[in-house]
């Protein structure tokens, strides 16, 4: 199982910018799908999750500018970021509990991060 983020780039603040990530391989079933980002100097860090039946869910310094939404069918996930800030500039990492073929339970899967800087 793998997963491929893409979308990052240099915006400028107030921009948007959308992040998506596929997961493939032999995957039976996908629940929750998560992104992560990273600032340099600090700690990976949650930003949104959204179920298998799309309930969602957002760190605080997100909440009303990125939307994560997600295709069951294609197995992806993707992040509408609105209203950009410098402070999100970040490496963005997808995250994806899968269930594979092969059986056995869920397991934690991420994708290789894509940068997104927001400068003027």
């Known amino acids: 199982v793998q997963l491929q983020a893409s979308g990052g780039g240099l915006v400028q603040p107030g921009g948007s910018l959308k992040l998506s990530c596929a997961a493939s391989?032999?995957?039976?079933?996908?629940?929750?799908m998560r992104w992560y980002r990273q600032s340099p100097g600090k700690q990976r860090e949650w930003v949104a999750i959204?179920?298998?039946?799309?309930?969602?869910n957002y760190v605080d310094s997100v909440k009303g500018r990125f939307t994560i939404s997600r295709d069951n069918a294609k197995n992806t996930v993707s992040l509408q970021m609105n209203d950009l800030k410098p402070e999100d500039t970040a490496v963005y990492y997808c995250?994806?509990?899968?269930?594979?073929?092969?059986?056995?339970?869920?397991?934690?899967?991420w994708g290789q991060g894509t940068l997104v800087t927001v400068s003027s």
């Open positions: 995250n994806a509990d899968v269930q594979s073929l092969y059986g056995g339970g869920f397991r934690g899967y």
């Open positions: 959204i179920s298998y039946i799309g309930d969602t």
């Open positions: 391989g032999r995957i039976f079933s996908i629940s929750a």
